[in-house]
């Protein structure tokens, strides 16, 4: 009968990773149409307990039963009345899960053309019948041996992928939360902060404007006096949704530059272009109307906002057109408050 074949016999770390290692016992496989052959081959084995025999007596049912056995060496009768052993072992070559096995050709024919022709087709051996018994088992011994090790090797590849594939996983997962707010889900300062680098640069390379807005809420200070600090992060976390959704290019980056002050980047924009981008965004969280019966501006929650950009050159560098947005957001202030200045 079938033995079962797989069994864990210990494991190795791999770069963190457990893989486990199995045993393979010996199992051939022969076909052959006559009886007598089957017989004699498994007189032969039977005195070594760890070698399994399975004999398969109709050709045509070879690549189904080597499917379930998964033997590690099919022995192979050329002359067939049925099946030609060298058609057979064409489709065993072809098949996914037996083309890997060896095969050694097992035929009354003698001649060297044959033998060719048999590795030709992909045999690894060929054996003239009856083989010597200690020369069977050699041959038999040998090929086992180096599929076994090659399925260990597969198994241990497939593993280490895995392992690289889940890693590689993490490691985005990881790189995209250190990007990001955790109160707010949008970027944060040092995510935004590389941006704004690459994008100046960028921008001097393809001589075109670069705009950025500072948004500053009004009187949060006195939000959270009067609501309290957890309601306080709540309305961060209402304003930084508003700006999420304002967002109209796939380009435009929002973040959260610090406490309750946001920034947005936006590319290929002129600062009056960035003003009326700023403007729609003040305009969304005046119409959120979030209460704020303490802010000294209006009863519901409002936002100053400070634009700066231009065409960058290369003396330009986020400080100073972060300075000069901030300056921007000051005079909103001065001037009163839940206004855009450019
Ligand atoms: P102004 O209109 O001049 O901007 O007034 P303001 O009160 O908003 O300005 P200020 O910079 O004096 O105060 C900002 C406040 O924002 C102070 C701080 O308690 C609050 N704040 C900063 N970060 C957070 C936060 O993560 N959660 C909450 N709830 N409050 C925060
Ligand atoms: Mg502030
Ligand atoms: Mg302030
Ligand atoms: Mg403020």
Redesign the pocket.
Known sequence: GTLLLLQVVGSILMDGYKIELYCVDIMIMLVDDQAIVGKLVQNMLAEHTDISFHYCHNPALAIEEAENIKPTVILLDLIMPKLNGLELLKQIRKNPTTQDIPVIMLSTEDDPATKVKAFEWGANDYLVKLPDKIELIARLRYHSKSHIHKLQRDRMFEALQKAQAELEKQNIELLRLSQLDG?TEIANRRYFDECILIEMKRAVRNQQALSVVMI?????????DTYG?????D??RKIAHILKGQKRRPADFVARY???EFVLLLPETEPAGGAIIAEKIRTAIAAEQIPHLGSL?ASHVTA?LGVAGGLPNNADTPEKWLHEADAMLYKA?AQG?NQVQY
Do not use: A, P, V, W
């Open positions: 109160m500053d809420i009004d009187h949060f200070k006195l939000y959270n600090h957890l309601q306080g992060d309305c961060l610090g406490g309750e501006t100053s202030k408050r």
